[in-house]
């Protein structure tokens, strides 16, 4: 009988000594994060993304939750993934809003329940460039002959077209009414403006023209149901 029993308690040993094993808690997990840039270039009115990658190194897997700071007044960022259990790709996106020139150390943060870690990067906040439609604004008078209307005396508006970049929008053209608004592009260096056939005020308008200081030169075209009219103005500051 004591031939068995060493045998049945080393199997009942190695038995239990297995089962503790297999709940033995592993440790903290290790993560680390990698796609910062050393500086990121921002314009103060912009939009930029940063892609970031989480690498999951260690241990018990776990979600990770990511935060950003340091960031300038006016500016915002939020993260493409802000919670995930790593290995995971993310996205930081980063606006400003007419924000203050200038060098400033953002971090981010990454943690778990039991660990975490942070990286660093500096945004250079740079003017944004003069749009040169923007010479071109203000309000003007229409004068000058038109084959089917006569002499035009028109109070007409020039304002940007904003975020776009050599585009105005003119209010008031022929008929003098802010209403009839017609967008046109601007060649900075010709120093002229294109009117694109387009309908405006249940009017079917096109039309050229040049400037210089303070002064368009424009021909442009009408198109009514019952008419066709054409016109060489100048709008004068």
Not at 170 to 181: D, K, R
Request: proline fraction near 5%.
């Amino acid at each position: 009988m004591k031939q068995f029993i060493a045998p049945l308690i080393l199997i009942l040993v190695l038995s239990i000594s297995c089962k503790k094993g297999d709940f033995t808690q592993q440790g903290a997990m290790e993560f680390g994060f990698t796609g910062l840039p050393d500086t990121a270039v921002v314009k103060q009115v912009d939009t930029i993304n940063i892609p970031i990658q989480v690498h999951f190194v260690a241990g018990q897997k776990e979600r990770v939750t990511l935060q950003i700071s340091g960031l300038p007044t006016s500016a915002g960022a939020a993260f493409s993934k802000e919670v995930d259990t790593p290995s995971f790709n993310t996205t930081i996106r980063l606006v400003t809003n007419h924000t203050s020139l200038g060098m400033y150390k953002i971090s981010v943060t990454a943690s778990s329940s039991r660990n975490s870690m942070s990286g660093s990067f500096w945004i250079l906040v740079k003017p944004n460039p003069v749009n040169p439609a923007s010479v071109l604004t203000g309000s003007y008078t229409e004068s000058g002959p038109c084959a089917v209307s006569g002499n035009m005396h028109n109070s007409v508006t020039i304002s940007e077209v904003l975020p776009a970049f050599n585009k105005i929008k003119i209010a008031g053209l022929w008929s003098g009414n802010p209403s009839t608004i017609l967008e046109a592009d601007v060649d900075p260096i010709a120093q002229t403006i294109s009117i694109p056939v387009q309908t405006a005020s249940s009017a079917t308008f096109s039309g050229y023209g040049t400037y210089i200081s303070g002064q368009i030169s424009v021909k442009y075209k009408v198109a009514l149901n019952f008419l066709t009219d054409s016109c060489q103005t100048t709008l004068t500051k």
